[in-house]
């Protein structure tokens, strides 16, 4: 409870560690691209990892863990990042939770999508219009008031928590 009553944490690229998969180079192609953003509540470090699929390997046990899952889809013939937050799940204790891990995901959101510009920084400077794309942000929970899809504004504002109607 005490992480909703702080300010969001501000984005240190030096706590940041970001790893391509053997698949995707720095300059590859936008579609496929996914993130997985983890964290280390300890040390407060991040880990973006850049691939071209989603590692479900490294996802086992999503819904006890805060990793952030993020994806380039085409949706006639415009570009959007699809943005994945496991809220809540298969056991009742998690949807206890349900609201908590809802507003943490939304207030961090801006820290997440801040590492991915920067993580994959060369893919943004070869494709600045990627910058005009809209967020949308799919809350999974078993829970129907948190199981929702928001839709963040172009990447460029909701990086400065834009949140608006879809």
């Known amino acids: 409870a005490v992480r909703i009553l702080v300010p969001p944490a501000r984005f240190e690229a030096s706590k940041l560690k970001v790893v391509f998969s053997r698949e995707v180079t720095k300059s590859a192609g936008i579609i496929p691209r996914t993130y997985i953003l983890s964290h280390c509540d300890f040390t407060a470090n991040l880990t973006l990892t850049i691939s071209d699929v989603i590692n479900l390997d490294q996802l086992r046990g999503w819904y006890n863990k805060d990793d952030v899952v993020a994806e380039w889809k085409k949706v006639k013939d415009e570009m959007y990042l699809h ?39 060369i893919l943004f400077g070869e494709n600045p219009e990627l910058l005009d794309s809209l967020v949308r942000v799919y809350f999974h929970s078993s829970s129907p008031k948190y199981n929702r899809l928001e839709c963040w504004g172009p990447l460029k504002d909701a990086v400065l928590v834009n949140l608006i109607t879809c």
């Open 83 to 121: 943005v994945h937050c496991y809220v809540s799940g298969p056991s009742s204790l998690l949807d206890v939770a349900a609201e908590f891990r809802y507003h943490i995901f939304s207030k961090e959101l801006p820290l997440v999508l801040e590492s991915v510009l920067y993580g994959d920084s």
